[in-house]
């Protein structure tokens, strides 16, 4: 795991981490961003990703081709900027993924708890992974297998599948 940089141009910090107002303003290489804001502003901040050099996005963000119309029309502009840019896409309309594996928790759900004084279960190295479109329905399992004691490598939420799909998330692990 890496730094993280907030971007959010109303906040001068989050949490004790200095935001920045664009990525652009980082500085440093970005590995992974994630993307966590209304559906018509994701393009634009995915071009923006693209110009600073990100190669990896998940994007929470719903209200594309789920909704159908325009909708889909937006998330058609990400299958493109993918194909251009080579960016790795993962979403819109996903709950992210966590990887006990590279410890990263790039989820809003709440059953990852990475807190440092929080137990933790310790993968195998058959890498049990779970990958689900729904992110509810993975994390929930995730949640489940946790409780009863089994220790797994990743979970998915694949989501709308713009560009990465179940497929490629299963041939990684």
Known sequence: ??????????YDEIDGL????SIAEV?????LAVIVIPARAVLPALEQCAV???KNAVIISSG???????????QDAIV?????TGMRISGPNAEGFYSQVQKVAATFSPTVDVKPDAPVLVASQRRIGIVAQS???GFAIYHRAKAL??????????GNESDLGAGEFLDYM
């Open 1 to 10: 795991p890496g730094a993280l940089y907030p971007i959010n141009p109303n």
């Open 18 to 21: 200095k935001c920045f107002k």
């Open 27 to 31: 500085g440093a290489p970005v590995d």
């Open 52 to 54: 600073a050099g990100v």
């Open 64 to 74: 594309f081709a789920e909704e159908g119309g325009d909708s889909a029309d937006m």
């Open 80 to 84: 493109a900027l993918a194909k251009r």
């Open 135 to 137: 992110g509810g329905i």
């Open 149 to 158: 004691g089994v220790a797994l490598s990743y979970v998915v939420s694949a």
